[in-house]
């Protein structure tokens, strides 16, 4: 069946650069398109960016120049690079099978502290 | 983009009673080649990823219940949650997917009295 999870250091420190990937399974990468969403302690949703089936990338342009999201179609992973991290960056990070959609992974916190 | 405004914050009712959430875009999201609208709403428990209850503004995603039901056109829109039960307590989300970047509501936290 259709499954994401998100991995990645729960803690990075400021203006460090946050790495996480996305592992899925149920479903190839170049069928369908993988967005990440973040959502800061106590805060709503927002949308951070989109690696589409066909290789095409798009950012939040709030983000965009701190922000890179890649792939490997053979490993099933979709990776987000953040740069230069503050502590308004502290949020838990999902990964979902298109959007709206209801295939979400379980989500990583991600803590930015020194 | 476009900006989903939602309303209220936050409400609390008793099990059983009708509960409405309304979400409004600064942008119609209804496209004149299928008339369809582009709007989701998500339902997020304490502790867990958002669930996908409704899209195209009124299609309940499979498996949902159907006092669950989405309504509305254009630029105004609203969840309708009827006899709610004590499983309901959940923050909602409104979602647009009519154009890129997608955005989301601010929410709604539903409390059970």
């Known amino acids: 069946q259709v499954q994401l999870k998100e991995s990645g250091p729960g803690l990075v420190q400021p203006s460090q650069t946050l790495s996480l990937t996305c592992t899925v399974s149920g479903f190839s990468l170049m069928d369908y398109s993988v967005h990440w969403v973040r959502q800061p302690p106590g805060k709503g949703l927002e949308w951070m960016g989109r690696m589409k089936y066909d290789g095409d990338t798009y950012y939040n342009s709030a983000l965009k120049s701190r922000l890179s999201i890649s792939r490997d179609t053979s490993k099933s992973q979709v990776f987000l690079k953040m740069n230069s991290l503050q502590t308004e960056d502290t949020a838990i990070y999902y990964c979902?099978?298109?959007?709206?959609?209801?295939?979400w992974g379980q989500g990583v916190m991600v803590t930015v502290s020194s | 983009d476009i900006v989903m405004t939602q309303s209220p914050s936050s409400l609390a009712v008793s099990a059983g009673e009708t509960v409405t959430i309304n979400c409004k875009s600064s942008?119609?999201?209804?496209?004149?080649?299928?008339?369809?609208?582009?709007l989701a709403w998500y339902q997020q428990k304490p502790g867990q990823s958002p669930k996908l209850l409704i899209y195209?503004?009124?299609t309940r995603e499979s498996g949902v219940p159907d006092r669950f039901i989405g309504s509305g056109s254009g630029t105004d829109f609203t969840l309708t949650i009827s006899s709610v039960q004590a499983e309901d307590l959940a923050d909602y989300y409104c979602?647009?997917?009519?154009?890129?970047?997608?955005?989301f509501g601010s929410g709604t936290k539903l409390e059970i009295k």
């Open positions: 979902t099978r298109e959007l709206p959609g209801p295939w």
């Open positions: 979602q647009q997917h009519y154009s890129y970047p997608p955005t």
């Open positions: 195209l503004a009124s």
């Open positions: 942008q119609s999201l209804l496209s004149s080649g299928n008339q369809k609208n582009y």
